[in-house]
């Protein structure tokens, strides 16, 4: 084995692909389709083909939301000046920014090892053409009539972003192609969840093997046995990366704001907070949030925002450089190695990457 500095061995996105990428946006304060009050944590799917499901159509254009049913989050109103949200926060003095153009003349070194990254989600469409090979397991934790299958639509495209099949065939290449997942459905078909399936699914993740959790859902809520489930997976040498959430606020969500879990906002392809995206001194990275092209159920595709596909975006980063990460601290685990990587956005030369 040699070892390789981090700035010279790293990657990134869209040198592997350049399906899942920026666009020119999806939403702006001036739209003629400016949304309806939503929830905090809302999120856009633009989709490029209806599609019919038992849960309400998805859209056009139609805000998701994820919530603990426990916590009730109240409507934020968007008007005209959405865009001016975090516009003055200095985003690159608050966190680093996970951003392609660091990486574009960077490779990886090749290597035969299979990460598994947990989605915690709706489910996934593990018969999307594009997903049907990186399903490896696959548990329902709701009370939906359809089991693991993914009726909302929310957990599909982060699966997209994380692993799709990148098949000249298909229209989208996940950033890690050396990942299979876990398919942990704690949210209904409604995009509600019990604070207790969540816990129940991080718990099952590990058990089951996952190198790296992906949490794309968020409680205003502190809670004991999220917290307690959380460490449990730390302990375990799982990397959990969790959504910051779209409020619009500085005010802490969980788990993302637990320690241990890398809290991810949203930026564009300016680095600039998108609309909602919450921020604040308990957020550890951004990535890139706006205008992300990805899977939808019934082997459909279109584009998504907010901070849950800028959650995935980092957990298919930990993905790919998860096995070329060395326990430098010799505790048997590389997950803290990981989160000082990602969080000091790969600055930090102590660390350094194996390849065989």
């Known amino acids: ?40 944590n809302a999120e856009l799917i ?27 989050l109240q409507p934020q109103h968007i008007d005209d000046t959405i865009d001016e949200i975090g516009s003055d926060l200095e985003l690159n003095h608050r966190y680093p920014v996970l951003s392609a153009r660091d990486f574009q003349n960077q490779q990886l070194p090749d290597y035969d090892y299979e990460v598994i990254v947990a989605v915690l989600d709706t489910g996934i469409d593990a018969d999307h053409e594009a997903l049907c090979s ?8 709701t009370d939906s009539p359809a089991g693991v299958v993914d009726m909302y639509g929310h957990g599909t495209s982060i699966a997209g972003i994380i692993a799709a099949n990148g098949d000249d065939n298909f229209r989208v290449q996940g950033i890690a192609s050396n ?15 019990n604070m207790s399936d969540l816990v129940n699914g991080i718990r099952w993740a590990v058990d089951n093997g996952a190198n790296i959790i992906n949490i794309s859902l ?13 460490n449990y997976a730390w302990q375990n040498g799982v990397v959990i990366v969790a959504a910051a959430g779209n409020g619009g606020t500085n005010k802490p969500v969980y788990p993302a704001a637990y320690d241990h879990c890398i809290a991810v906002t ?11 995206a919450n921020y604040g001194d308990w957020v550890d990275i951004a990535a890139p949030g706006y ?66």
Do not use: W
């Open 46 to 72: 633009i989709s490029d083909a209806s599609y019919q499901t038992g849960s309400p159509v998805v859209c056009d254009l139609e805000y998701q939301s994820i919530q603990n049913i426990t916590s009730p």
């Open 179 to 193: 990942c299979r997942l876990l398919n942990v459905k704690v949210v209904d078909d409604r995009g509600h969840y």
């Open 218 to 230: 968020v409680s205003e809520e502190k809670s004991t046995d999220l917290e307690t489930a959380i």
């Open 134 to 141: 990186v399903v490896a397991s696959e548990i329902n934790f």
């Open 291 to 356: 205008k992300i092209y990805s899977t939808l159920p019934g082997n459909n595709y279109g584009y998504v925002y907010g901070t849950s596909f800028a959650t995935a975006y980092t957990s298919g980063l930990a993905a790919t450089i998860f096995p070329l990460v060395q326990d430098s601290n010799d505790d048997g685990k590389s997950n803290d190695e990981i989160y000082k990587l990602i969080v000091n956005n790969f600055q930090d030369d102590q660390i350094q990457l194996i390849q065989d």
């Open 266 to 276: 949203a930026v564009d392809g300016n680095n600039n907070l998108i609309p909602l």
């Open 1 to 40: 084995m040699h070892y390789i500095s981090i700035k010279f061995s790293l990657i990134f996105l869209f040198i592997i692909t350049s399906s899942i990428a920026f666009g020119t946006g999806i939403y702006s304060g001036s739209s003629t389709h400016a949304p309806r009050a939503v929830e905090n």
